[in-house]
């Protein structure tokens, strides 16, 4: 079956722009996690979607960053108004249920993410 | 303060030749453990876990690891690598109380040479 998708792959803007970075879990996975790998801060968790459950929105580094889940499927990462710190690799996980110490994340392949 | 840590930033190894990944971890109790690889162009992949019970973990690939509480270590090792082995390879914890999300650590690259 399909894996986690992720699009676009690769995303160049313009400092001050707004992207949205889209993500397909894999069909019957009811969570979804973002995360985000850069030179300067390795890999780290920026929001998890559980059902219909309040997000945890924990790891978002600033309000300029939101994420929507839609139907409890696809779900979307926005990032106002880009600064250059922002260029990094965004990750799309999705697991069977949360309780991430028992369900595999899956994860997608990423969007490359370069603010000019 | 509770974290991850892979010391070493870079590992070269000849192709055939063993191999070992260091993983340490510091919490009040022992977190659930993971490693993942990613490869090139590709996503993370789940290599292997530990919740409890048996402290050598089989994963796929020809990979185990050995959790040691004693030393707060959870090691990655393959007795012989190949060249497709090439990659970068994070340790990733989920704290004892069971949050939801992983924790990285900031990962080893491998390569291997002929």
């Known amino acids: 079956g399909a894996g986690v998708s992720q699009s676009p792959s690769n995303k160049v803007t313009e400092k001050g722009k707004d992207v949205e970075l889209r993500c397909d879990p894999i069909s019957g996975h009811t969570a979804l996690y973002w995360y985000r790998q850069s030179l300067g801060q390795g890999l780290e968790f920026l929001i998890y979607f559980q059902g219909n459950s309040a997000p945890d929105k924990s790891g978002l580094p600033s309000d300029r960053f939101s994420a929507e889940r839609t139907g409890g499927s696809v779900s979307t990462l926005t990032i106002q108004r880009t600064q250059q710190e922002d260029s990094a690799v965004y990750l799309c996980?999705?697991?069977?249920?949360?309780?991430?110490?028992?369900?595999?994340?899956?994860f997608g392949p990423g969007t490359r993410l370069t603010v000019l | 303060a509770q974290s991850v840590t892979q010391p070493d930033i870079h590992i070269t190894v000849s192709e055939g030749a063993s191999l070992e990944l260091r993983c340490n971890y510091s919490?009040?109790?022992?977190?659930?453990l993971f490693w993942y690889v990613q490869s090139p162009g590709q996503g993370l992949q789940l290599l292997l876990k530990y919740f409890s019970g048996d402290t050598l973990v089989q994963g796929i690939k020809g990979f185990e690891a050995e959790f040691k509480r004693s030393q707060s270590s959870f090691n990655l090792r393959k007795p012989s690598v190949h060249w497709s082995d090439a990659a970068e390879y994070f340790c990733a914890v989920v704290p004892p109380w069971g949050n939801e999300k992983l924790t990285f650590g900031t990962g080893t690259r491998l390569t291997i040479i002929p």
């Open positions: 919490y009040g109790a022992t977190p659930y």
């Open positions: 996980a999705s697991s069977l249920s949360g309780r991430a110490f028992y369900n595999e994340q899956f």
